[in-house]
């Protein structure tokens, strides 16, 4: 399996977070890329203008909680790469997206 984990390299996390959409079968364009301390956020917009936001990190802002679809990068962790792509798939199903 493919992993998706975002890169120091700006345009290296674009391309991995394009690659992850079009994986999902959602149509998107980039919007803009986020690096802060608590990680990198890719931020997308579909054909019916709704954020989609794919990142390595949680989210806990209510408003963008409510407006945004979140996605996630795969984790790295000691143990290896934790796949967040099924994951992924059933948030866009629960959305019936």
Do not use: C, W
Not at 16 to 41: C, M, Q, R, W
């Amino acid at each position: 399996m493919k992993t998706y984990t975002p890169s120091v390299n700006y345009s290296e996390s674009i391309e991995t977070a394009k690659e992850l959409l079009k994986d999902l079968g959602v149509d998107a364009y980039f919007a803009s890329i986020s690096v802060t301390n608590y990680g990198t956020s890719v931020y997308f917009y579909d054909a019916n203008d709704v954020k989609i936001r794919v990142s390595d990190h949680s989210v806990t802002n209510v408003y963008r909680l409510q407006n945004e679809i979140h996605l996630y990068f795969d984790e790295k962790t000691l143990s290896g790469v934790v796949s967040k792509f099924e994951s992924n798939k059933r948030t866009l199903a629960l959305i019936n997206y």
